[in-house]
């Protein structure tokens, strides 16, 4: 028996991630990496809510303390979010020049990538899928 009715839409726009330092997690994702800062409030003294979004990306990542579950989580559990990229190169060597540690560029058969890590230890990539963008 397969369901017919329709699936509405549903998009990913706001990822968590866990850090140990708001302020310093949000210095980092803004000066060094480039993300802009949507909103960042304190609705109570024991809450702080700051989403950050990357450049020309639709999904955001949530950072901050009192947010239940999402504050428990481990600072630098998250692994492996992908930023896709038009161009691993550029976005590598914008990252180097802002003081962000980048790996080597690894080409996977048409996929490139490079890993850079936040301060807490989360963990990124930079994915180039060539034709894509």
């Known amino acids: 028996m397969s369901n017919t ?3 509405p839409a ?9 850090v140990a330092d708001v302020d310093r997690a949000k210095d980092f994702y803004v000066n060094k990496v480039g ?21 020309g990306s639709a999904c955001s990542i949530v950072i901050g303390t009192g947010m239940g ?9 998250v692994k492996g979010i992908h930023l896709v990229v038009a161009d691993v190169n550029a976005v590598r060597e914008t990252l180097l020049s802002r003081g962000v540690e980048v790996s080597e560029i690894s080409d996977q058969g048409g996929i ?19 034709g894509r963008m």
Do not use: C
Not at 35 to 55: C, G, K, S
């Open 10 to 18: 549903m998009k990913l726009e706001l990822v968590p991630v866990p």
């Open 112 to 130: 490139k990538y490079a890993f850079f890590n936040d301060p807490d230890g989360n963990s990124w990539a930079l994915q180039e899928i060539m």
């Open 69 to 77: 579950e999402i504050s428990a989580m481990q600072p630098g559990s």
């Open 5 to 7: 009715t329709t699936m």
């Open 35 to 55: 993300f802009h800062t949507d909103h960042d409030v304190q609705p109570n003294d024991t809450m702080r809510v700051v989403q950050l979004t990357p450049p």
